[in-house]
């Protein structure tokens, strides 16, 4: 297959044109990264309420109003930032998801969460204790 120069040129020109819209509705996307540390709380039992200090930090590739929030509880808003840190105290029986909403709406940007395990787990026998 060959292509005279007015070909060769429309060519180029519609596959430039195609990346440049791509590229730039790529920039226009919206990225956030959101990290948790510690990711996982340890409780001595199964059952039990775990603690942890708990830092969470968030970077984005452009200023943005967004809430942390934990099982839809708001920890901290940010208006027009790009990155964000706030320490909670954590205190669950099971695992959580932390979660950057942007204007408190439903849909998160950006989510983790925070595993809770136990060393030991609950017994579900009751024990009965006899003196004789």
């Known amino acids: 297959m060959s292509f005279n120069h007015q070909q060769l040129f429309w060519l180029l020109l519609t596959a430039t044109l195609a990346l440049q819209s791509f590229f730039a509705g790529a920039a226009d996307a919206v990225a956030v990264v959101l990290k948790i540390t510690p990711d996982t709380c340890v409780s001595l039992q199964q059952g039990r309420t775990c603690y942890s200090k708990v830092t969470a930090r968030w ?6 109003d967004l809430c942390l929030t934990i099982e839809d509880q708001v920890l901290q808003c940010w208006k027009q930032q790009q990155q964000g840190q706030h320490q909670f105290e954590f205190a669950a029986t099971s695992t959580s998801v932390v979660r950057l909403l942007r204007d408190q709406q439903q849909q998160p940007l950006a989510q983790a969460q925070i595993a809770v395990n136990w ?10 204790w006899r003196l004789f």
């Open 59 to 64: 970077h984005s590739n452009q200023p943005l």
């Open 119 to 128: 060393v030991h787990q609950a017994s579900r026998a009751k024990r009965h």
